[in-house]
């Protein structure tokens, strides 16, 4: 059981890099069903008012720490967590370790241009990653069943769902189970990041917790979802005062 702090009423556990992927690779080695949340600021400010996001998160096997919002909260509330855990390090990470482990990967989500040049680049950078299949995410609730069945019969260990939060930590919610996988992680924008449609921040920025500026620059219809931020902190900031 990895220890856990409750961040506005949902659970982010103690993780750093190297313990996220010991606790996924134990999973695997156990065959147990473990869903991962990559948590940032906004999904654990959604999941106050979202019941399928919070039951995602409060029956994840594990919930790490996306952005350094969170990781600032978790010093606001004098628990601080060990280190960011982000979903498009996390995948990079399972990758390497997955080509001398011999894990078997299956990407759900993004455009299909997108993931096309998404499961290249990762074959190009881990040779001998086994990606035994992929999906885009645009697809209606009747095409579930055909989906699940395609990740069924690939029987892959690891399922990277890339669907946007909260759409696919429900989505793994409520089909990781049917879907074969051991591991099922929500990791948002990856794909996008990974065939180079959506840069990342400098690491400069990346370490001062400036991700989220530099994401409303290249992407300025998320501005919506940026304002949450502020209030993200000043809830977590009424929590701290409140106990
Ligand atoms: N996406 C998808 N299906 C949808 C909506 C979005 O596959 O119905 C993809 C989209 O193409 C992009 C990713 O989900 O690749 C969303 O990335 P975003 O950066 O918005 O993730 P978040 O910040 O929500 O984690």
Redesign the pocket.
């Known amino acids: 059981m990895i220890e856990q702090i409750d961040i506005l009423g949902s659970p982010v556990n103690f993780l750093t890099m190297e313990t996220a992927i010991q606790a996924i690779a134990r999973c695997i080695e156990e065959k147990k069903v473990c869903q991962v949340v990559t948590a940032n600021a906004e999904i654990l400010y959604m999941a106050q008012h979202d019941p399928g996001l919070f039951l995602a998160l409060h029956d994840a096997g594990l919930v790490t720490a996306d952005g350094m919002g969170v990781v600032l909260a978790s010093r606001i509330l004098g628990q601080p967590l060990p280190e960011r855990v982000a979903g498009v390090d996390l995948v990079c990470a399972l990758a390497e370790r997955g080509v001398r482990a011999g894990w078997r990967f299956y990407l759900l989500?993004?455009?299909p241009e997108?993931l096309k040049v998404a499961v290249e680049r990762l074959e190009l950078h881990y040779p001998g990653i086994q990606i035994v299949g992929s999906h885009?995410?645009?697809f209606s609730q009747a095409d579930n069943v055909a989906i699940l069945e395609g990740i069924r019969n690939s029987q892959p260990d690891i399922l990277l769902v890339?669907?946007?939060?909260p759409?696919q930590d429900i989505w793994l919610h409520d089909y990781l189970d049917k879907s074969g996988a051991y591991v099922g992680i929500g990791v948002?924008?990856t794909?996008?990041i990974l065939a180079g449609a959506v840069q990342r921040a400098p690491l400069w920025m990346q370490r001062f917790g400036l991700e989220w500026l530099f994401r409303l620059w290249q992407e300025p219809r998320r501005w919506r979802r940026v304002l949450l931020l502020p209030r993200f902190i000043w809830a977590v900031l009424w929590q701290r005062f409140r106990r």
Not at 162 to 165: E, I, N, V, Y
């Open positions: 989500g993004a455009k997108v885009h995410g645009y890339a669907m946007g939060a759409k948002g924008g794909f996008d």
